[in-house]
């Protein structure tokens, strides 16, 4: 079955360490996603990318880049930690009909 | 901007029905979703209607849509202790491609 996954499913890093979270699709979406996930806040969308070498910020991409050389992968990097980026991060990918997106079982980041 | 808006909280006894409610403020949304999270896990849909829909309804989940009011409800029936999770409305703009989200509300199912 095709599947989304995430990796690692938790991290804890200290402020300014570069971390890389990483995010696998064998639906073969053109369509990825990565969301954060803070209370009060919902989900809020912080880089995406509609195909292979294109990327796009969010609404919250301040601190994160993403790189797109294939259609499975999309990982997302944060170049220098922060407390404020501790959260749970939700990598989606998206069937381009429908709008419907899958996503990842989330990535626990601690930041201290 | 395009924004998306839900109750934290909803409190319901175990055999009521749920009612779960969200406004929207993009009038050109194409398709409107409700996924659902359990604890420590993603989101998995639950359901979606198209914009020229009024009502959805499959099995014990109903999904009705005011577009004039720019409003989508979600009324489950039976509320069994296994539906408490957070529920997500997200709205899928034309205008730009992206799907909005709501807060979540959590949806609490006493015995």
């Known amino acids: 079955d095709a599947e989304i996954t995430q990796s690692p499913r938790h991290k804890i890093t200290e402020t300014g360490r570069q971390v890389t979270l990483a995010c696998h699709q064998t639906w073969n979406h053109n369509n990825m996603f990565w969301y954060r996930q803070d209370l009060g806040h919902g989900l809020r969308l912080i880089h995406y990318?509609?195909?292979?070498?294109?990327?796009n910020k969010g609404e919250v991409s301040d601190g994160y880049s993403v790189s797109r050389s294939n259609t499975e992968d999309l990982p997302l990097t944060l170049e220098s930690a922060a407390s404020s980026q501790t959260s749970v991060y939700f990598c989606?990918?998206?069937?381009?009909?429908?709008?419907?997106?899958?996503f990842g079982e989330g990535s626990r980041l601690t930041v201290l | 901007g395009e924004d998306v808006e839900q109750s934290l909280f909803l409190s319901v006894r175990e055999g009521d029905s749920s009612v779960i409610n969200c406004t929207y403020t993009d009038s050109s949304s194409t398709y409107l979703y409700w996924y659902k999270q359990e604890p420590g896990a993603g989101l998995q849909l639950l359901t979606y209607?198209?914009?020229?829909?009024d009502m959805k309804q499959d099995q014990r989940l109903t999904v009705l849509l005011n577009k004039k009011d720019k409003h989508l409800s979600l009324r489950i029936a039976d509320t069994q202790t296994g539906d408490s999770a957070i529920y997500f409305c997200?709205?899928?703009?034309?205008?730009?491609?992206?799907?909005?989200f709501g807060q979540g509300t959590t949806l609490q199912v006493k015995p």
């Open positions: 989606a990918s998206s069937d381009t009909n429908t709008g419907e997106l899958f």
């Open positions: 209607i198209f914009s020229n829909m």
């Open positions: 997200a709205v899928l703009s034309s205008n730009t491609g992206k799907l909005i």
């Open positions: 990318s509609y195909g292979v070498h294109d990327t």
